[in-house]
């Protein structure tokens, strides 16, 4: 399983959300907080705060919802909601930021530097000049 960076949330967030990178940077923060390696969290550790961003984040598809209901020793049933990282929406985002830079790339076009050039101006005759000699 491959692992979701702090970077892929940052460019899903701010793509998703359309906030600037630093700002995006404090919600991917957030999320891998909570997250770390696993998949899933539970929704019960969340302020009101947090949970309102999971919400934002869970319209756009960076995260989605499950429940899971279980019957108590006592008969009653119980509810547990869940957060879970939708890591193929983030590599998605993530893949094709990463190839718009690549695309947007120009190369490098250096000019000579100081040595290429002195060295470019000695005659090639005076190269082999230096012989090695032997006693």
């Given at each position: ?13 701010s ?18 907080d ?18 309102q ?54 190369p490098?076009?250096t ?15 005076l ?9």
């Open positions: 399983m491959t692992i979701v960076t702090i970077r892929d949330i940052n460019i899903a967030i793509k998703c959300l359309n906030l600037a990178r630093d700002e995006a940077e404090r919600y991917a923060q957030t999320v891998i909570f997250f770390g390696f696993e998949d899933r969290i539970i929704d019960n550790m969340l302020t009101q705060e947090e949970r961003m999971f919400y934002h984040l869970h319209e756009k598809g960076i995260v989605s919802a499950q429940r899971e209901e279980i019957t108590l020793s006592t008969g009653q049933p119980w509810r547990i909601h869940y957060w879970c990282l939708e890591r193929k929406f983030i590599f998605k985002l993530s893949h094709e930021e990463t190839l718009q830079q690549q695309r947007q790339k120009i490098l076009v000019s000579p530097t100081r040595y290429e050039e002195l060295y470019s101006s000695v005659p090639s005759d190269w082999g000049t230096r012989k090695r000699f032997t006693t």
